[in-house]
C-alpha cells in the first residue's frame, strides 16, 4: 500500500509539475510573439529564471522515481543529499517569492494560475514528498558547499549573461538599476538564506531517519517469531538478513 501510495502521489506531482512548465512557457512565447522578440531569445530568458530551473529539477526528480528500480537516474534522485538540495532549492523559490516579489505584480488568468504552480504549489508537494516518501539518510555536513554550488553557478550565469544582453530575471539583481555591489549584496542575502534553509533541511532530515530507525527497531520487536511447520520451532531467519 505504501509503496502504491508513493507511486500515485510521485506520478501526479510529475504531471503537475511538467503541465506548470509547460504552461508558463506557452505564455512566455505567446507574449515573445505579441512584441516580436526573437523566440530563441525568449526561450533563453525562461531558462535563466532559478524558479523555472529548480522547478524543472523537481519534475525530472519526480520523473525519475517511475523509471525502472535499476535505473542511475532514479537512484541519483533517490539518494538522501540529492532529495535534500532539491528540497532546499524549491524552498527558497518560494519564500524569496513570498518576501521579496510576491507584491510586484498580479497576474491574472492562466499566468496566475501557472505563477501559483511554480512558487506556491509545487514548493509545498516536493516538501510533502521529502517528509513522507523520500528515502532517509544522514547527509554529512561537508556537502552544504556543493549544494551552494548550484545557486552559485546560477548566479554568475546570470550576470555573465546579463552584460552581454542586459537582461536580468529579478529585480533584486538587475546591475542595470542597482549597480554591481548592490546586485552582490542582495544575492549574497539570499546565499546566507540558502544556507540556513540547508541546516534546517540537514537537520530535519537527521531527525527523520532517526525516528525511522527507532520505528523500524521497534515494529520489529513487535512482529511474532515465525514457527516451524513441522514441530513449532523457530525458524534459523540468519540468512535472510
Known sequence: MVQRNRVLFTGSAALLGWSALLLQYGLVIELARAGNIPFAFATANFFSYFTIL???LVAVAFTSQLLVPTSRVRAFF???????????????VGLVYSLALRSLWHPTGLQR???????DVMPVVWIVYWIVFAARGRVDWRVLPVWLLYPLAWFAWILL???WTGFYPYPFIDVTVLGYVRTVLNALVVLCLFALLACIVMAVG????R???????????????????????????????
Open 161 to 163: 549573461r546579463g552584460s
Open 206 to 209: 537527521r531527525m527523520l531517519a
Open 78 to 92: 533517490a539518494r538522501p543529499a540529492t532529495t535534500g538540495a532539491v528540497t532546499v532549492c524549491i524552498a527558497v
Open 211 to 241: 525516528s525511522g530507525t527507532r520505528r523500524g527497531a521497534h515494529d520489529a520487536t513487535l512482529e511474532p517469531m515465525p514457527t516451524g511447520p513441522l514441530h513449532g520451532q523457530p525458524h534459523d531467519t540468519t540468512g535472510d538478513h
Open 54 to 56: 529548480t522547478n524543472l
Open 113 to 119: 494560475v501557472a505563477d501559483q504552480l511554480l512558487h
